[in-house]
């Protein structure tokens, strides 16, 4: 027998949902019948207290013309009695329908929302797992119906795209990783060729320059590929408390030279010590100089930036402010996807990779947390990263890693 027999075996002879439904519906109908017969027998069966007409004499019973008047009262009296009973049945039956029918409405909504429980908390499940937490199944217990098979599915869905996401991690990783040593050997080719005793003609030590310029912006983005893989990986490796304070610092040291060539002025007075987070402290020392790489690229030549370090209840913030030119939200918004860019001269912190800002949001992500992004009304970026604060346990043993740096520019 095949699968496919066996399941419809197994519908027809389980429990399945349209087996329950039907059997509910049939019980709510067949009490709300029944209830309604009572009431309607019970609302006839009121007798009619009005008095009986009077008795007669012997002597007025053997009149006939009085016989026939006292056979006439009754006739009419009985008239008046079915009619008044007709009257009182239908008002009965329209009264017990409606108290059936708003009793129906309400058990109705209690069968129907025990059958569709289940069917509520796959969709939760569903909602709640993300590219982050593909690993996570909705595991529904119970017969197996047709909402088991739902689950089940879905179930299957989540696994085989979890080794989907998994295998283009491994191949962005693995071909980042195979196309180094390539890279390797035509930069030691090119210096070999450059170094040679005897003079370089001047257009060969031109285009060398100009390949030397490609090959270091191949390798900066294939040493963005690799961070993105890393941080998509979802597994964090060596969780240790960090400072969002020692990032900022360390990351607005790494750009000092640049700033001062560009005249620009850096504001840290948001920076507060009591900001700690938890994770891995290379993937945030990435995240944090990849924010301000983007703010000083992307700045004007004596321009401005911001960087602020906050902390609030379970929630730490690290936001770098630029100033620049204008720029429009529906644009800003794509800025998180990898290899985005906002016209010509505006791309990504890798200088041209476009994977600068979507490194941040992936960091953030496996992190549990989240990059927001806002165009200033006045022209520049605004770039927030919100985490997990670290409990007072874990900031007591203090950071790993270099020891703590004064934030100065």
Known sequence: MTGEALMSGRRWTGRTVRLRFTLLYAAVFLLSGCALLVLTNVLASVSDTQPAPGQFSPAQQADPAVAQRHIRELQTRLDELQTMQSRRLLVGSVVALVVMGLVSLLLGRLISGRVLRPLRTITAATRRISAENLHERLAVAGPQDEVKDLADTVDGLLARLEASFAAQRRFVANASHELR?????????????????????????????????????????????????????????????????????????????????????????????????????????????????????????????????????????????????????????????????????????????????????????????????????????????????????????????????????
Request: aromatic share 2%; glycine share 10%; net charge negative.
């Open 181 to 409: 040593t390539p890279l390797a050997t035509m930069r030691a080719s090119l210096d070999v060729a450059l170094a040679k005793p005897e003079p370089v003609p001047a257009q060969t030590a031109a285009l060398a320059g100009r390949v030397r310029v490609e090959l270091d912006r191949v390798d900066r983005l294939l040493d963005g590929l690799l961070m993105l893989a890393r941080a998509q990986h979802g597994a964090l490796a060596d969780q240790a408390p960090v400072a969002l304070a020692d990032l900022a610092a360390q990351a607005l040291a790494a750009r000092a030279a640049d700033m001062r060539a560009r005249q620009l002025t850096a504001d840290t007075a948001g920076v507060v010590s009591e900001a700690w987070t938890e994770g891995n402290g290379t993937l945030l020392a990435r995240m944090a100089q990849n924010l301000v790489d983007n703010a000083v690229l992307h700045n004007e030549d004596g321009g401005w930036l911001r960087v602020a370090a906050t902390a609030a209840d379970g929630t730490v913030e690290l936001v770098v402010e630029s100033g620049g030119p204008m720029l429009a939200q529906a644009q800003v918004d794509r800025l998180a996807s990898p290899f985005q860019r906002l016209g010509a001269e505006r791309v990504g912190s890798d200088d041209g990779s476009g994977l600068g800002l979507s490194i941040v949001a992936a960091v953030a992500e496996a992190h549990g947390g989240r990059l927001e992004l806002w165009a200033s009304p006045t022209g520049g970026l605004r770039a927030a990263v919100s985490l997990p604060r670290a409990s007072p346990e874990v900031r007591r043993t203090g950071p790993v890693g270099s020891p703590r740096q004064e934030v100065t520019a």
